[in-house]
């Protein structure tokens, strides 16, 4: 019997995770029929409707067009929204990504109608619960029914947890599929070019996480290493609304510069595609963020990562991968970057599994499961 799956995207992230996923599910019409559901959390084009374009992903079945607020409105709203959805469409599985907070709303919301759920994804711990994306992923995890893991040792960390084995499928890091498919056409962009840069010879910026830019104090501490930094190479930024709006809250403008490139100093350009962001990324001296998926990205492009956070959920990309943690603090971000900026090309491995195959495993467990009536 047909399948009805349910996919939810919300936010930027999602959608590298959710296409290869998608467009693997389609190759098995028999088997699956496909609803994908678009809660609209990242509501500005580059950030959304650009990525549908770029990875091939039809037009959502269903918009909800959510938006931002807060936490609890964002979720409240994405629950009584999806409800509705779920009610009409009568899906026999939900798969939801990540962890933002449509990952949470969408996950509960599921398994109070008694819809089984499979979370891509699982296993990630910042260990912070001052993180929402901590929550939103311990509560996804506890109540899931299948748990696609992008590592092992995130494995390790469900079973610590009491999560029953047979639950646990070590998959590995679907984002990386998206990332080796799209690679050549994201290369042909030659995008740094475009903008007048150098191939490593500036540093491609992303900094959004409310810990490092609704403080005040934390924000300029980051700023005044960058400005440092700057002197040496030019820092590139495809500003998020967030940081934007703070910046000007905080009247912080002086330290970036929003006109045009300019060399030696921290330029914010507007979000961009995903093709024009990897090629940034790949041809950057080494890459700054509090970004989750960058930590990925470039650890499987060589490229080194400093990470501006406190924590990492992905430990791996640290132990294995081109990762270096190094919190906020300005002389520590500072330290590390004269440390790893004289070395261009970063000397990590990759994790197993992250080789551009995780959607076939999923599809592969999801048609196992399904066969033996699991959903």
Same mark, same amino acid.
């Given at each position: 019997?047909?399948?009805?799956?349910?996919?939810?995207? *919300?936010?930027?992230?999602?959608?590298? =995770? %959710? *296409?290869? %996923?998608?467009?693997?599910?389609?190759?098995?019409? =028999?088997?699956?029929?496909?609803?994908?559901?678009?809660?609209?959390?990242?509501?500005?084009?580059?950030?959304?409707?650009?990525?549908?374009?770029?990875?091939? %992903?039809?037009?959502?079945?269903?918009?909800? &067009?959510?938006?931002? &607020?807060?936490?609890?409105?964002?979720?409240?709203?994405?629950?009584?929204?999806?409800?509705?959805?779920?009610?009409?469409?009568?899906?026999?599985?939900?798969?939801?990504?990540?962890?933002?907070?449509?990952?949470?709303?969408?996950?509960?919301?599921?398994?109070?109608? /008694?819809?089984?759920?499979?979370?891509?994804?699982?296993?990630?711990?910042?260990?912070?619960?001052?993180?929402?994306? #901590?929550?939103?992923?311990?509560? @996804?995890? =506890?109540?899931?029914?299948?748990?696609?893991?992008?590592?092992?040792?995130?494995?390790?960390?469900?079973?610590?947890?009491?999560?029953?084995?047979?639950?646990?499928?070590?998959?590995?890091?679907?984002?990386?599929?998206?990332?080796?498919?799209?690679?050549?056409?994201?290369?042909? @962009?030659?995008?740094?070019?475009?903008?007048?840069?150098?191939?490593?010879?500036?540093?491609?910026?992303?900094?959004?996480?409310?810990?490092?830019?609704?403080?005040?104090?934390?924000?300029?501490?980051?700023?005044?290493? !960058?400005? #440092?930094?700057?002197?040496?190479?030019?820092?590139?930024?495809?500003?998020?609304?967030?940081?934007?709006?703070?910046?000007?809250?905080?009247?912080?403008?002086?330290?970036?510069?929003?006109?045009?490139?300019?060399?030696?100093?921290?330029?914010? %350009?507007?979000?961009?595609?995903?093709?024009?962001?990897?090629?940034?990324?790949?041809?950057?001296?080494?890459?700054?963020?509090?970004?989750?998926?960058?930590?990925? #990205? @470039?650890?499987? !492009?060589?490229?080194?990562?400093?990470?501006?956070?406190?924590? @990492?959920?992905?430990?791996?990309?640290?132990?294995?991968?081109?990762? /270096?943690?190094?919190?906020?603090?300005?002389?520590?971000?500072?330290?590390?970057?004269?440390?790893?900026?004289?070395?261009?090309?970063?000397?990590?491995?990759?994790?197993?599994?992250?080789?551009?195959?995780?959607?076939?495993?999923?599809?592969?467990?999801?048609?196992?499961?399904?066969?033996?009536?699991?959903?």
């Amino acid at each position: 019997m047909r399948k009805k799956i349910c996919f939810v995207a *919300a936010a930027r992230p999602n959608f590298m =995770k %959710i *296409a290869p %996923i998608y467009n693997e599910i389609l190759k098995f019409p =028999k088997e699956f029929q496909a609803i994908l559901v678009h809660t609209g959390q990242h509501y500005d084009k580059n950030m959304s409707d650009t990525f549908f374009d770029q990875l091939n %992903i039809p037009k959502p079945n269903i918009s909800l &067009g959510l938006g931002s &607020g807060t936490h609890a409105q964002q979720t409240a709203r994405t629950m009584i929204a999806f409800e509705t959805v779920l009610n009409e469409k009568k899906p026999d599985l939900v798969v939801v990504v990540g962890d933002v907070n449509a990952t949470l709303a969408c996950s509960i919301t599921a398994k109070k109608l /008694h819809i089984p759920v499979a979370h891509i994804e699982s296993g990630l711990r910042s260990f912070d619960q001052m993180m929402p994306e #901590e929550i939103n992923r311990l509560v @996804t995890d =506890k109540i899931s029914d299948f748990l696609y893991t992008p590592s092992e040792d995130a494995d390790q960390q469900l079973l610590k947890e009491g999560t029953p084995k047979e639950n646990i499928i070590f998959v590995g890091n679907v984002m990386i599929d998206t990332l080796k498919t799209f690679k050549p056409k994201a290369a042909a @962009t030659k995008y740094f070019k475009k903008l007048g840069l150098t191939k490593q010879q500036y540093i491609t910026l992303t900094l959004h996480r409310p810990s490092n830019v609704d403080d005040k104090v934390v924000f300029k501490d980051i700023l005044t290493a !960058l400005k #440092e930094i700057s002197g040496h190479f030019t820092i590139i930024c495809p500003i998020h609304p967030r940081t934007k709006k703070q910046i000007k809250e905080f009247k912080l403008d002086a330290y970036v510069n929003m006109d045009g490139i300019k060399k030696n100093k921290i330029n914010l %350009i507007e979000p961009i595609g995903y093709f024009e962001m990897m090629n940034l990324v790949m041809n950057s001296r080494l890459v700054l963020t509090d970004s989750g998926g960058l930590q990925e #990205e @470039t650890t499987v !492009l060589k490229v080194p990562c400093i990470t501006l956070r406190e924590n @990492t959920e992905r430990p791996i990309t640290i132990t294995q991968g081109s990762n /270096h943690l190094v919190g906020t603090s300005s002389k520590k971000i500072c330290d590390t970057f004269y440390k790893v900026s004289r070395k261009p090309q970063s000397e990590s491995q990759i994790p197993k599994y992250w080789d551009g195959n995780t959607a076939k495993r999923i599809v592969k467990d999801l048609i196992k499961q399904s066969k033996a009536g699991r959903f």
